[in-house]
């Protein structure tokens, strides 16, 4: 059991250039998040997702786009990235079960210059 | 809204002990809470429901307030394994669903 694994771990983008953060899961949650996270915010919820096929914008959308094909893969795009995006972004998991218990991958720090 | 969290900071000795408080402008259907321990993912710790209900894992107990709209968190005799960052998040819905709005968290520092 992986848990929640994210992909890629490391990343330094130009301005202006695009790229995707992959978020697996191996849980059968249907619940899945993408967070950012910045020193002295906490954790920020940009998108999220309550099943195959639906998404749904958090606090921090802008500039973001998401989409889950598979049950166990929610994808993070960035289109034009902006050096305001140099996060790390985590994603989450959890099971609606009342509780809603969330599990987080690892993390990916991205540096946009 | 992100809930407050205070204090931002603590330092300890090993043994000692110490809270740290949640506290929300809106109503809190549930406070859960999470330990972050530097470069790594946070991991849940427990989760608070509506009924003022206390929960303890190990030596980490916390309470929830309704009426006051607050949660806390009791370290005793903390460890060394106890530091790390510790954020809060209260449950929002929308449309049915629940997400969770975390604090800023507050970092503790255990030394020997």
């Known amino acids: 059991n992986a848990g929640v694994t994210q992909t890629p771990k490391f990343r330094v983008l130009k301005t202006g250039q695009s790229m995707t953060l992959l978020c697996a899961q191996d849980?059968?949650?249907?619940?899945m998040y993408w967070y950012r996270q910045d020193p002295g915010m906490g954790l920020r919820l940009i998108h999220y997702s309550v099943g195959e096929g639906t998404t749904a914008k958090g606090e921090v959308p802008d500039g973001y786009n998401v989409s889950r094909l598979k049950k166990q893969n929610f994808l993070l795009g960035l289109e034009s990235a902006a050096p305001s995006q140099t996060s790390v972004y985590f994603c989450?998991?959890?099971?609606?079960?009342?509780?809603?218990?969330?599990?987080f991958g690892p993390g990916t720090r991205l540096l946009v210059l | 809204q992100q809930p407050v969290q205070s204090p931002q900071a603590v330092i300890l000795r090993e043994g000692e002990d110490a809270v740290i408080n949640c506290s929300s402008s809106k109503a809190l259907y549930s406070v859960h809470w999470y330990r972050q321990k530097h470069g790594e993912a946070p991991v849940f710790l427990m989760i608070?429901?509506?009924?003022?209900e206390q929960k303890g894992h190990d030596k980490i107990s916390a309470s929830f307030n309704e009426k006051k709209q607050q949660s806390s968190l009791y370290l005793t005799a903390s460890q060394l394994s106890y530091s790390g960052t510790y954020f809060c998040?209260?449950?929002?819905?929308?449309?049915?669903?629940?997400?969770?709005?975390f604090g800023k968290g507050t970092m503790l520092l255990v030394s020997p």
């Open positions: 849980m059968n949650h249907e619940y």
């Open positions: 998040g209260t449950e929002r819905k929308n449309s049915g669903y629940s997400t969770l709005t």
């Open positions: 608070l429901l509506k009924g003022g």
């Open positions: 989450a998991s959890s099971y609606p079960d009342g509780q809603e218990t969330q599990y």
